[in-house]
């Protein structure tokens, strides 16, 4: 198969679907589509039927949304990342192991041509006591980035968090931290609910930030949590204030071990999840040692390891 002209990038997770039609060359958007119909969701509606098999339901749930696409692009190879090589997704496929080199080379894909599909599906890696599927082909895809680092460690913040280790090349070992599930679980469904209301972020909840974060980094997160609560009832401390003052006590839990970290941290992420972990990592971590890559360098991340895996398929 040689490399295509045009591709559809599609970054299927577990709360999200999204396609990209991509212009291999350049990596240029020329269409987009998304929904909140992630692998989970999708996935519990296949359950809900008989007639159709996994790899059917979820098959025809994908060539419904190309549908969404421009006509001239509907055709294209779709190259699918993420949970839609997982067990609850379109079709499963083995992990990869650790470690694998920056440029993607041990990663596991299967082009499938089914069910009028022409899709190149990619798995993710597992470690002895961790997975990831999608955050392997961000890491892949900031390979350049990686490069100037002969070891580090690349953090990828997000529901479950990924801070993966580099060296020589390769990526040899990764953390997963739950601080995004927490965070929502906490904010949303515990008894600290009432005690914080959503705000977007502003420079004003800096200060509330700031103290959780010392809370997290200081290893206070369990025993500072129900302080939250504590303080409305008694002080009527802002909701919106608790709201960071709780994203700062995950978010400082999560990064407390690289205080005496002396290798290079990397961070990749998107507003306004960038802004929140570059602030606790400029308190722990010196600027010479800290390289910060902001949304639009993780978007492309994405494009450039599907692209790669493409490549080295045509190869």
């Not at 002396?262 to 308190?283: C, G, H, M």
């Amino acid at each position: 198969m040689s490399l295509p002209r045009y591709f559809i990038s599609c970054d299927w997770g577990t709360s999200n679907f999204r396609l990209r039609v991509v212009e291999t060359k350049s990596l240029q958007l020329l269409a987009e589509h998304t929904t909140d119909q992630g692998v989970k969701a999708v996935y519990g509606k296949y359950q809900d039927q008989s007639e159709a098999s996994q790899f059917q339901f979820f098959s025809q749930y994908l060539k419904a949304q190309l549908q969404q696409l421009p006509e001239e692009h509907r055709q294209h190879l779709v190259v699918a990342s993420g949970m839609a090589s997982s067990n609850i997704g379109l079709r499963e496929l083995p992990y990869a192991d650790l470690p694998f080199n920056q440029n993607g080379e041990q990663l596991i894909w299967k082009h499938i041509t089914e069910s009028d599909l022409d899709l190149m599906l990619i798995s993710g890696v597992k470690s002895t006591d961790g997975v990831m599927r999608g955050e392997e082909i961000q890491a892949v895809g900031l390979e350049e980035f990686l490069s100037s680092c002969p070891k580090g460690t690349l953090l990828l913040p997000g529901t479950h968090s990924k801070h993966i280790t580099f060296d020589q090349q390769k990526f040899q070992g990764f953390k997963t931290f739950m601080t995004g599930e927490l965070f929502d679980i906490l904010s949303r469904q515990s008894i600290l609910a009432r005690s914080a209301t959503y705000t977007p972020w502003s420079k004003a909840r800096e200060p509330a930030f700031q103290e959780g974060l010392y809370l997290g980094l200081n290893r206070q997160l369990t025993a500072s949590l129900f302080t939250i609560r504590a303080k409305h009832l008694l002080y009527n401390e802002n909701r919106e204030d608790n709201y960071y003052k709780l994203s700062g006590m995950l978010i400082g839990d999560e990064l407390a071990y690289l205080k005496e970290y002396v290798e290079p941290v990397i961070l990749a992420a998107s507003d306004p999840v960038f802004s929140l972990y570059q602030l606790a990592l400029k308190s722990i971590i010196v600027p010479e040692q800290l390289l910060l890559l902001e949304g639009k360098v993780l978007e492309k991340a994405l494009l450039v390891g599907q692209k790669k895996i493409l490549a080295l398929h045509d190869n």
